[in-house]
């Protein structure tokens, strides 16, 4: 080896360690923000409401599924709370269980507010979310039974529900779960979620009731009898991984019945489909909204829930999202179509079959196993 | 070289007593240079993997409980071998697909060779996403697929959310890691020698199997190894092309680690999962080894 080539060497070497230091002390540089106390005023809070400038200078990051729904959230609630308040609010997502827990184990938590789901918020409370501090967060609007754990508010309401094709089943259209799961009387592809490591309570709930448990023995779930009633189906089902392919398989008559979220229920029909909901025994859902544990400024973080949950902010969520407000002085402007698809009316609170959020906070894990493994069988 | 060449052995160069001098000199430089390398597979793969090692044996508690569960779980014992028939299948389409795909590269004139490249390449640089939606759209029902194969009578043919689907979707995506490895072994192979069988008599098949089979192996090795190891871990593409029952195991690895906040046992899959590709790699190794002492023989 010559002399000049190894100098031309030498060089780049150095180069080299010099970038690696560079990103060792980037990888290693501390995070923004520390907790500041914040002065949100005197009094009982009132949902909707934040004092003026109280946030100034103080960053929080909101999390939440994406899509038309987080760009909703954002606009109806998030943004209109970072002008009042002065606090500069980032968004990230989607949520992710996963790093919901590796930030709270590493104590490096970056992820403050987040929209969960109210099984995953019941089952976590305490060990990954903080208790909802009720004398920043008004909880009185909350319809009754909505707020389902300690640790969360809901986000929203909507439903699990059956939607048919009317053409196809016409003047003698499906009306009960039975019928759901009856493929001789009502012959045709039903779509249901599949997903494995994903089960929204209802799916199970609508088997076993099927099958004719009586709606008070629901609890504890038979998860046995209530795969065998969905195995008695199976050729019949076309599982699906997200909402969004749920909607696309009604939308495109890949199916004639299907086990989905009123609000994509309610956008397929927007679109043209021939596509009905049955609202027998429906399910309520509800996102929830939850604070991270070891999130670095809790205060603010209750703040922003407290707005979030405002009856105006709500109602414009509905109005751009199409899930129901978990505001009871909500009045959303809609047209009858998005009207006929709320959840929370009295109508529709008379034929729901409320689903047990605390009996799934600690069965969930098994019946989600139950459920992945029927699946991959 | 390759990585056959370096799992065969093939890396023979040994240092002469002059270079010894250097050595030092040029190891600080070797060190400087790989620096960046090493500072990014010691955090984010050797890190990684030691926590994960870590929390297979420790959490929920210490001990084996997370390997028991996971080998005695008829499920994910089902689904570990459906991972690895899939994979298997999809290396032997890659193959059978690839094989002559390489051969037409470097067999006929620079402008079909540039066309076959260019197949090649535009996919591979390509999202995997946008291909494996790609794929959605052309075999779903009522897709451009389904519907030739309605067309000439064949419509209970399924192909979205079915195991064919999958290895469709996966073969085509991993053909590029098949056909670069086979190409750069076949386009250095003296094609001289061929001539030579044909003019001591060998038919053009006989020279095929005797004389360039044997020298484009490495490549079948390399290519091979490649596209089966990758399919182990496939998880998009199962995932959207498949039905739930067609799972492999990185979907089974998300339910654990993403729904079910199991890293323990997310861990002791990723565990199982990395022995058994090790041990795929040895049988391999030892494969060539033998082949290469052969060769060395004849």
Same mark, same amino acid.
């Given at each position: ?5 190894r100098c031309?060497?030498?060089?780049? @070497?150095?180069a080299s360690v010099l970038?690696?230091?560079?990103l060792?002390v980037?990888c290693s540089?501390p995070g923004p923000?520390?907790?500041a106390?914040? *002065?949100?005023?005197?009094?009982p809070?009132q949902?909707g409401t934040?004092?003026?400038d109280?946030l ?6 909101f999390?939440s599924? $994406?899509g038309i729904y987080q *760009?909703g959230?954002m606009a109806?609630?998030v ?7 002065g606090?500069?609010?980032l968004?990230?997502?989607p949520? #992710?269980?996963?790093k919901?827990?590796a930030q709270v184990d590493s104590g490096n938590v970056?992820?403050d507010?987040? *929209?969960?789901t109210n099984?995953?918020t019941?089952?976590?409370c305490g060990?990954?979310?903080m208790?909802i501090?009720?004398?920043?967060v008004?909880?009185?609007k ?7 754990d300690d640790?969360?508010?809901?986000a929203m309401q909507?439903g699990l ?5 009317t053409?196809k089943? $016409?003047a003698n259209?499906?009306?009960t779960w039975a ?9 045709g592809k ?8 994903e089960?929204d ?9 099927a099958?004719?448990v ?6 504890p ?7 065998r009633?969905l195995?008695?189906i ?17 939308e495109?008559g ?7 979220w ?6 397929a ?9 049955m609202?027998?025994q ?6 929830t909204?939850?604070v @991270?544990?070891? @999130?670095?400024?809790p ?10 949950? $405002?009856a105006q902010?709500q ?18 402007q809609l #047209?009858?179509?998005?009207?006929s ?5 009295p109508e ?15 069965n969930?894990?098994?019946m989600t196993?139950?459920?992945? #493994?029927?699946l991959?069988r | 070289m390759t ?5 065969s052995?093939?890396?023979?160069a040994r240092?002469t007593p =002059?270079?010894? +001098?250097?050595t030092?000199?040029?190891?600080r430089? =070797?060190i400087?240079l790989l620096?960046?390398?090493l500072i990014l597979?010691l955090?984010v ?7 994960m090692l ?8 210490v001990?084996?409980g997370?390997?028991t569960?996971y080998?005695?779980d008829a499920v994910q014992?089902?689904?570990?071998i459906?991972?690895?028939t ?14 002559p795909f390489a ?6 004139g ?5 066309v076959l490249?260019?197949?090649i390449?535009?996919p591979?640089?390509?999202?995997l996403?946008v291909?494996t939606f790609?794929w959605v759209?052309?075999?779903q029902d009522?897709?451009?697929v389904?519907?030739v194969?309605?067309f000439?009578? &064949? ?8 195991n &064919? ?6 073969s085509?995506i991993l053909?590029?890691f098949m056909? &670069?490895?086979?190409? =750069?072994?076949?386009v250095?192979?003296?094609?001289r020698?061929?001539? =030579?069988?044909a003019?001591l008599? +060998? ?9 360039w089979?044997?020298?484009s192996?490495p490549g079948?090795g390399a290519?091979?190894?490649m596209?089966?190891?990758?399919? &182990?871990?496939?998880y998009v593409t199962?995932?959207?092309l ?8 990185s ?8 729904s ?9 899959m ?8 090790f041990?795929?790699?040895?049988v391999?190794?030892?494969a060539?080894?033998?082949? +290469? ?6």
């Open positions: 080896m010559t002399t000049s080539a031309r060497r030498a060089p780049m @070497a150095m970038v690696t230091a560079v060792t980037a540089a923000g520390s907790a106390d914040v *002065d949100l005023g005197s009094g809070p949902a934040i004092k003026a109280a100034k200078g103080v960053t929080l990051t999390v599924y $994406g *760009d959230q109806a609630a943004d209109p709370f970072a002008k009042e308040s606090a500069q609010i968004q990230d997502g949520t #992710d269980n996963a919901i827990k970056t992820w507010v987040i *929209d969960s099984v995953f019941a089952q976590h060990d990954l979310f208790p501090d009720t004398s920043i008004d909880v009185s909350i319809p009754p039974g909505a707020k389902t640790c969360s508010v809901p909507y529900i059956v939607v048919y094709n053409e089943y $016409g259209p499906p009306k019928d759901f799961y009856d493929t001789v009387k009502f012959p039903r779509a249901i979620q599949g997903k494995p490591g089960l309570p209802g799916v199970l709930e609508g088997a076993v009731l099958d004719g009586a709606p008070d023995k629901v609890y779930i038979d998860v046995d009898r209530a795969l009633k195995s008695s199976r050729g019949d089902i076309v599982f699906c991984n997200t909402g969004a392919e749920a909607q696309q398989f009604v495109s890949q199916v004639d019945m299907a086990l989905l009123s609000g994509r229920a309610y956008t029909v927007k679109n043209g489909a021939p596509f009905a909901p609202w027998d429906w399910m309520p859902e509800a996102d909204i939850a @991270a544990k070891g @999130a670095k400024n205060k603010a973080s209750m703040a922003l829930i407290n707005y979030y949950l $405002g902010q109602a414009k969520l509905t109005e751009l999202t199409s899930y129901s407000p978990i505001n009871v002085d909500s009045k959303p #047209d009858d179509l998005a009207k698809f709320l959840t929370t009316t529709r609170e008379q034929d729901k079959f409320p689903l047990d959020v605390a009996w799934w906070a600690k969930n894990d098994a196993t139950a459920y992945a #493994d029927w991959a | 990585v056959v060449d370096v799992l052995g093939r890396d023979t240092q =002059a270079e010894t +001098a250097n030092k000199r040029r190891r430089g =070797a400087g620096s960046p390398s597979v955090g793969f050797v890190a990684p993997l030691a926590i870590w929390r297979a044996f420790t959490d929920p508690e001990g084996f997370n390997f569960w080998l005695t014992h089902d689904v570990l459906r991972t690895f899939t994979a298997l299948i999809v290396t032997v389409v890659c193959l059978v697909v690839g094989y051969y037409a590269m470097v067999a006929f620079p402008k079909v060779r540039a490249t260019l197949l390449l535009v591979f640089w390509t999202s996403m291909r790609a759209i052309l075999l009522n897709g451009p389904h519907s194969f309605k000439v009578g &064949l419509e209970q043919v399924r192909l979205i959310r079915t &064919l689907g999958v290895v469709i979707g996966m085509q053909l590029p056909v &670069l490895p086979l190409y =750069a072994v076949m250095s192979i003296d094609r020698l061929v001539m =030579a069988s003019s008599g +060998a038919r053009p098949l006989t020279s095929f199997r005797r004389i089979v044997p020298l192996m079948v290519g091979c190894l596209v089966f190891i990758s399919s &182990l871990g496939f199962p995932a959207l498949g039905s739930p029952n067609n799972s492999l195991i979907q089974q690895i998300y339910v654990q680690v993403n079910l906040l199991q890293w323990g046992k997310g861990g002791a990723g565990v199982v999962l990395l022995i058994l590709t041990a795929v790699l040895a391999l190794m030892l060539l080894r033998r082949a +290469a002492r052969e060769e060395q023989h004849e």
